[in-house]
């Protein structure tokens, strides 16, 4: 649950893009699949992407799927069978990536990812994910980092 909430304030936070523009080592068609969220962690940022300072990894005691498909939907679920912010059991949500930019765009429960606020795919093989936000905390930017392993 708390791994739902994090998604949806980030989409909320002011961010701003922090992804390469070239599509180096991108695969899209790797994404398709089920992913579990294995660890999360936030980096402070300065104006030239540079690391300041970061916060050790999350230690939670659930977590979520996330799979994508071949049509561009998906669905996502938490480890521990309770219901998803919106009240269901899994959630299914459509998502389009641009390769681009590396940008990933979905719509799950309110808006895990909208066109201001998209995750980054910073790194993506047949085996990890990792996908980045940006947000503002007290006057300080900060990129949260979801590293997710492939389960299927």
Do not use: H
Request: proline share 3%.
């Amino acid at each position: 649950m708390k791994r739902v909430i994090f998604f949806l304030c980030c989409a909320a936070a002011l961010s701003w893009s922090g992804c390469s523009k070239n599509n180096d080592g991108i695969n899209p068609d790797q994404l398709i699949g089920k992913w579990l969220l294995v660890s999360e962690y936030d980096e402070w940022v300065n104006d030239r992407g540079q690391i300041e300072g970061e916060e050790d990894p999350y230690t939670f005691e659930e977590s979520f799927y996330i799979e994508f498909r071949a049509d561009n939907t998906g669905a996502m679920w938490n480890t521990n069978g309770e219901p998803m912010g919106n009240g269901l059991l899994v959630e299914e949500f459509e998502y389009r990536f641009d390769s681009g930019s590396r940008m990933l765009y979905w719509g799950a429960g309110g808006g895990v990812s909208d066109e201001d606020n998209p995750p980054c795919i910073e790194k993506l093989n047949g085996s990890e994910l990792v996908m980045t936000w940006y947000r503002m905390d007290e006057g300080q930017r900060v990129r949260d980092k979801s590293i997710f392993q492939r389960v299927d």
